[in-house]
């Protein structure tokens, strides 16, 4: 089975402005929101809205063994994951997928 694509993450200037820009533009469900952070999903994929300071760009893969790239950190929505970097340098987020499937949260 192939892994999933769980969400790609952009930076904002600001995540109370971009998310009604999204939501007026296009049809989806804010799936979570804070501060420096909010989760956007659409019927195929998921878009993470992130504060410079707080997030790189990124995009995010569900793995069963997420703990096998490293230690991984517990975030404010209870999911678990780690930063690791591709040969270029792109961010890459390995979420574990235990803590994302079925999270109320989400």
């Known amino acids: 089975m192939l892994d999933n694509i769980h969400h790609l993450a952009i930076q904002v200037r600001n995540i109370d402005e971009s998310i009604s820009w999204y939501r007026e533009k296009f049809n989806l469900n804010v799936k979570y929101q804070d501060d420096s952070w909010a989760l956007l999903e659409f019927d195929n994929i998921s878009i993470a809205l992130v504060l410079k300071d707080q997030h790189p760009n990124h995009f995010g893969i569900l793995k069963d063994n997420a703990e096998s790239f490293g230690s991984l950190?517990?975030?404010?929505?209870?999911t678990k994951s780690?930063?690791?970097?591709?040969?270029?340098?792109?961010?890459?987020?390995?979420?574990?997928?235990?803590?994302?499937?079925?999270?109320?949260?989400?």
Do not use: A, T
């Not at 950190?73 to 209870?78: C, I």
């Not at 040969?87 to 949260?105: R, T, Y």
């Open 82 to 106: 780690i930063y690791i970097s591709d040969p270029s340098g792109n961010s890459v987020e390995i979420l574990d997928k235990k803590s994302v499937v079925g999270n109320p949260k989400l």
């Open 73 to 78: 950190k517990k975030h404010r929505d209870d």
